[in-house]
């Protein structure tokens, strides 16, 4: 035959040849996608957003915690306070300088 396929000579050498077409082709198919995506990658937007001259730092309001357990005893910040107390001592908060946040 002349093309030989099921036939084995032992003078036929392997292929030593790498078949570059199919490289080719992806290169190409790869540089031309970039091609056209890199102008649509520098398109933006220009914004011209504000300045700002400096930051204001913002205190914390103070906060004091008001509780009752289950037994009905009063709690100020987790320190036990007494019933007939706890007028004067939120009449102190209120009257200071920066009256706490009062978290029930």
Same mark, same amino acid.
């Given at each position: ?36 995506? $890199? %102008?649509?990658?520098?398109? #933006?937007?220009?914004?011209? &957003?504000?300045?700002? /001259? !400096? *930051?204001? @730092? ?20 987790? $320190? %036990?306070?007494?019933?007939? #107390?706890?007028?004067?001592? &939120?009449?102190?908060? /209120? !009257? *200071?300088? @920066? ?6």
């Amino acid at each position: 035959m002349a093309f030989g396929g099921l036939e084995h000579h032992k003078t036929s050498a392997p292929m030593a040849e790498i078949n570059m077409t199919p490289l080719i082709d992806v290169m190409l198919v790869l540089l031309v996608i970039f091609i056209i995506t $890199a %102008p649509l990658m520098t398109h #933006a937007i220009r914004l011209d &957003l504000p300045k700002v /001259a !400096a *930051s204001v @730092a913002r205190d914390t309001p103070q906060s004091v915690t008001l509780s009752i357990d289950d037994a009905g005893k009063l709690y100020w910040d987790d $320190a %036990p306070i007494a019933l007939d #107390a706890l007028p004067a001592r &939120l009449r102190a908060a /209120a !009257a *200071s300088a @920066a009256p706490p946040e009062l978290r029930l």
